[in-house]
């Protein structure tokens, strides 16, 4: 069953954000080729048309930096309508468990939050490629270029065991993140939809900042107590604190900060589902 819930909740969520993805495609795109194509037939005037495009593409990067925003904003709308609005009574009809709604939308939520990103930054790339693209080149390969050695020396870096445990680390914090963002939201929504009887929104978004700025606070005690330990044990060892220990100690403070808060937010969000739940 949690198979099906999840497989729904990606059609929902893709439904929703693949206008985003088009429109954020077509207009980063379509300037980035625009302003290429006016800076080529001007080229070393002044013109009020190039200047025009070169506006919309610059408006057309903040869009893209602006997209994996957007798109959280679709999952938790998604989230808060079908849970506390009229879906709502549809939904916890369901014969399935409360844990599972809630999994199927937070897995299915980062992984499009995650899609989101990295869609953002292959548009990013595109475009620079179309803009930076010398006359009579559509597009300016040498950043591939660049990009693959750049590829090539980090692989190269990797056959180190040290350099290979932290892209782990990287990797599993990117995605402790993704969770982390999204439960927090979750939760947030949660709180205000149950204790408010109007400005639910508002009380949820109030809500997040509190409980975000906590959850900094929170970060910086387990960051500081790694590096406190770490600094100990080289100091018994009368040895120096290197940049390797440096990067380990904050990763592995960011991936345990990440996954015990997450998991602390994640527990209470579900004991107020299941417990105080309050439909519109």
Partial sequence: MFGKLLKYEFKALFRKCVSIFLLIVAVTLGSAVITKLTGSLFSGEVNILGSIFSLIS??????????????????????????????????????????????????????????SAV???????????????????????????????????????????????????????????????????????????????????????????GINIACQFVTSLIAGAFFGTAAINAGLTNADLDSMVTVHSFLLAMIFAAALIATVLYIFNIKLLKNKLNLD
């Fill in 119 to 209: 869609v953002s930054v292959i548009v990013f790339i595109l475009s620079l490629m179309i803009i930076s693209s010398e006359r009579g080149q559509f597009l300016n390969m040498a950043i591939i270029n660049e990009i693959g050695k750049a590829i090539k020396e980090i692989t190269g870096y990797i056959k180190s065991f040290e350099v290979l445990l932290i892209v782990i680390e990287i990797i599993v914090y990117l995605v402790l993140t993704s969770l982390y963002s999204i439960i927090l939201f979750y939760l947030s929504f949660t709180i205000g939809a149950i204790s408010a009887k109007k400005h639910k929104v508002a009380l949820g978004v109030g809500v997040y900042y």
């Fill in 58 to 115: 610059g408006i057309s990067f903040i869009l893209i930096a602006a997209s994996t925003f957007i798109v959280l904003v679709l999952i938790i709308n998604r989230f808060y309508t079908n849970f506390f609005k009229d879906e709502g009574y549809l939904t916890f009809t369901l014969p399935v468990k409360v844990t599972q709604l809630y999994n199927a939308k937070l897995l299915a939520g980062a992984i499009v939050l995650l899609f």
